[in-house]
Structure formats: structure tokens, C-alpha cells
């Protein structure tokens, strides 16, 4: 019989993708609530040629403890939790989820701008207090923005970027503007895009949605000076990491009015701290990290993983991280 290969499953999958990896790997599994604690995985991580995870830091301090490891599987699409040099140095393998997430992250981001513009959630609340007299809704003070035909500048034109496009411009007649590493030509001319330089895009948009993955190159890369360059009714969504925004400069210009108001899924503490200031703050829509979480498509990732790390471990069919694919070919 072949040898099937030990891996670790860091957290509960669901029971199809688990006998799937059973039919491939000798699988041990994490079955408590949550992913197994961190001092836990570095105890028992000596034996596994594959990880399956999701967020768990894959660095110095892991790898050394890891001489069999081959491939680690990650059940999400952005993978700033894979030490990508040490990954490099040792030839182990990083897998993530593309194309499966894209449309369920998008509608979030749809969901976003909706709702910090149309002031959902903080209206949700001033009915369900009992606030809503006779002719309240007439009052201007509650009155919101519109979505449709607004000017959207896009930072990130990347897969879940066109897909939050084709919703902005066929859905609600946005105008759209994008700044990205490279031209889009095709985004061009599906959507009408018009490409900006960071500086215009934030000056010309009514919603400024961030969509970049966090990267060294990224961190921080929305700071005070950026909040300063928007429009004062504009909103700020993000829903690709927290780090990639300087979160205090975004409470200050939420506070001051310097923006009109944001839609946030990520954050740069998550959990969230219950003191964050954010929290206080009726102009921000805040959800927590639920970009992708429906239960089809996070069945899907799941799904998309545990086949990468079977192909990762037996030269099958893998989504390796672009950084790490010459270990493969
Ligand atoms: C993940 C995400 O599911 O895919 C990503 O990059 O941010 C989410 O969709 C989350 O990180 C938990 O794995």
C-alpha cells in the first residue's frame, strides 16, 4: 500500500472534506471548539508532512519544529499569515482558496456601502429603541447618501475587486475608478473603469473601497494624509485586512468629519477590542471578519483546501501562493 502522508487538521472541517483527506492522508484532527492552541501545534507538530489551517502564523518559530513539513493548506484566500521566506528557506509548500470566495465577499462590500450610506445598522437601532416618532423620517438628520450613480474608487482590482466592479456598475450605475499595481485593461472595458493615481482616486470618489492584500509593501497603506485627500460625504469600506489601514488615523477623520462614515469587516486587532473607539462611533458599520463566511462558500473553501493540500503532498493539482509556486513546477 502507498504511504498515505500524516497531516494535521488545525480546526473542524466539514464531514465531507474530512473523509475526502481520509481517503488520502493519515489525518489526526483538532476537535474542540476553535483551532488548536498555538503552544499545542508546536508540541505536536514534528510528526505532520501537511498542516490544514486558517490565520495560524506559519514562521521561524513553527517551521523549526517542523522537519517533515512539506505543505501547509490554508482555508482562506489571503495568506499574510505564511512567513513567505522562511516558507522559501525551508521548500514547504503555502496553499490558499482563490475564485471560490470572490462573489460572497463582494456582496459584503456591496452590503457595506449600503449600509453605512443608507445608515442601516444605526437606524436599525434608533427603531428597535422605540425612537421613530411621526415625521422623524422626514427629518434630515437621519437622511443618507446614495449608492447608485456615486463615483466608486476601488483600491486592489484583483479578482474580488472585479467582482465587486461588475455589481457597483451593472447593478447600481456607479461610475468606477481603480489604482492598482498594473493597468486592468480588461476591467477597462468590461466595466468602464477608469484607472487614477491613489491620490486622485481618493479625491474623485464618493466610496473608496480597500481591497489590497496586506503585504510588507502594504501596511499602513491608508494613513491620515489619505483621509484628508477624500471627500467630506465620502465612506470608507474595507474588507481585506485591518493592517492595511492606519486605524487610529481612520477613527480621527471618522470623529472630525473629515469622512462621512465607513464600512468595516476587518480590523486591526480582530477580535476587536470592546474599547476600540470605532465602537462608539454611529458613523461606522462595523461586522466581524465575515467577508466570505456563508455557508456555501466557506463548505467551498474548506472543500478547495483540503484538495490542495492532497495535491500540495502527492504533486496533484494545487492553488499554491504565487511566491511559492517555482517549488512546485
Ligand atoms: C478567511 C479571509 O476565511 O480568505 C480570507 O483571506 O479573510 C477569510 O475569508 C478568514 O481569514 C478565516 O480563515
Not at 150 to 163: K, W
Not at 176 to 188: F, G, I, Q, T
Request: charged share 25%.
Amino acid at each position: 500500500m502507498s504511504h498515505k502522508p500524516k497531516i494535521l487538521i488545525t480546526r473542524k472541517i466539514p464531514a465531507e472534506c474530512l473523509s475526502y483527506l481520509k481517503e488520502h492522508c493519515e489525518c489526526t484532527l483538532w476537535e474542540e471548539e476553535g483551532s488548536i492552541p498555538r503552544n499545542q501545534l508546536l508540541e505536536q507538530i514534528k510528526d505532520y508532512e501537511g498542516l490544514l489551517l486558517s490565520g495560524t502564523s506559519i514562521d521561524a518559530e513553527l517551521l523549526d519544529r517542523a522537519p517533515r513539513l512539506k505543505a501547509v493548506s490554508s482555508i482562506s484566500v489571503g495568506y499574510n499569515h505564511f512567513d513567505i521566506d522562511e516558507m522559501k528557506a525551508r521548500g514547504v509548500i503555502g496553499t490558499h482558496t482563490p475564485y471560490v470566495l470572490d462573489d460572497t465577499v463582494a456582496d459584503l462590500v456591496l452590503a457595506l456601502m449600503l449600509s453605512s450610506s443608507r445608515r442601516i445598522a444605526e437606524l436599525d437601532a434608533f427603531v428597535k429603541k422605540g425612537n421613530w416618532r411621526r415625521g422623524a423620517v422626514r427629518e434630515e438628520h437621519l437622511f443618507g447618501m446614495d449608492v447608485h450613480h456615486a463615483t466608486l474608487g476601488i483600491i486592489g482590482m484583483g479578482r474580488i475587486g472585479e467582482a465587486i466592479a461588475k455589481r457597483a456598475v451593472r447593478g447600481f450605475d456607479m461610475n468606477l475608478l481603480y489604482y492598482n499595481r498594473s493597468r486592468k485593461p480588461d476591467v477597462e472595458e468590461r466595466f468602464g473603469a477608469e484607472y487614477r493615481s491613489l491620490e486622485d482616486l481618493l479625491t474623485e470618489s464618493d466610496f473608496v473601497v480597500l481591497m489590497t492584500p496586506l503585504t510588507p509593501e502594504t501596511v499602513r497603506f491608508i494613513r491620515k494624509e489619505h483621509f484628508e485627500m477624500m471627500k467630506p460625504s465620502a465612506f470608507f469600506i474595507n474588507a481585506s485586512r485591518g493592517q492595511t489601514v492606519d486605524e487610529q488615523a481612520l477613527i480621527e477623520a471618522l470623529r472630525n468629519g473629515t469622512i462621512r462614515g465607513a464600512g468595516l469587516d476587518v480590523f486591526d486587532k480582530e477580535p476587536i477590542s470592546p474599547d476600540n473607539p470605532l465602537l462608539q462611533l454611529d458613523n461606522v458599520v462595523t461586522v466581524p471578519h465575515i467577508g466570505s463566511a456563508t455557508v456555501k462558500t466557506r463548505n467551498d473553501m474548506a472543500m478547495v483546501a483540503s484538495q490542495n493540500l492532497v495535491g500540495a503532498l502527492t504533486g496533484g493539482k494545487a492553488y499554491v501562493v504565487p511566491e511559492l509556486q517555482y517549488l512546485v513546477k
